[in-house]
């Protein structure tokens, strides 16, 4: 590969890092291709993007962002692939898991930058999968705020004659 092919693949994963605001690096070593493709075909049905490259065009190419990845630079060793993610942040983890229970513990996890935030080592791979994403926690918060007023309408609907006599004694009360 020459020089100008590197930098063109350079500029085309600097391109993709900074479009995504999730990403993941993985390490599929041991896998056989049939296995990699079925990996492939997994992350593209859940509307992940999955690449292999070099670790030196990783590294480089992260170092054109804006932000501090000298922490996730430990994580490039060995046969490291590439997960992006655009709107879901765990979603990449989900589909490392369910390939996992399949293939027992591979691809094997490296590293992940949730918007900016860096997850390096396999231990963080559970707490990735447990991460709400930005929709999932807006519809728990709409929930929460409808409940209080579902209760109160479903009390105020289920005790009509309970209501008005309550209103009436009230109102008795006063005079």
């Known amino acids: 590969m020459t020089r100008e092919e590197k930098g063109q693949i350079i500029d085309a994963l600097a391109e993709k890092f900074s479009q995504h605001e999730h990403f993941y690096i993985t390490d599929a070593s041991g896998l056989t291709v049939a296995q990699i493709n079925a990996f492939r075909r997994l992350c593209f049905n859940a509307g992940i993007e999955y690449g292999v490259y070099k670790n030196t065009l990783i ?34 983890a989900k589909v490392i898991k369910e390939y996992r ?9 490296k590293a992940a930058s949730i918007q900016s935030t ?4 396999e231990e963080h791979l559970d707490t990735l999968v447990e991460l709400k994403s930005k929709n999932e926690l807006i519809g728990e918060i709409i929930s929460l705020l409808q409940s209080p007023a579902k209760n109160v309408l479903s009390a105020l609907l ?9 209103v009436k004694a009230l109102e008795e009360r006063k005079q």
């Open 118 to 121: 860096l997850f390096v080592g």
């Open 59 to 92: 590294r480089k190419a992260l170092e054109k962002q804006e932000g501090n990845y000298e922490e996730l630079f430990k994580a490039l060793h060995g046969f490291s692939g590439v997960l992006f993610s655009k709107e879901v942040g765990n979603l990449p």
């Open 101 to 109: 229970n399949k293939l027992k513990g591979k691809p094997g996890f």
């Open 158 to 166: 289920s005790g009509k004659q309970t209501v008005a006599g309550l």
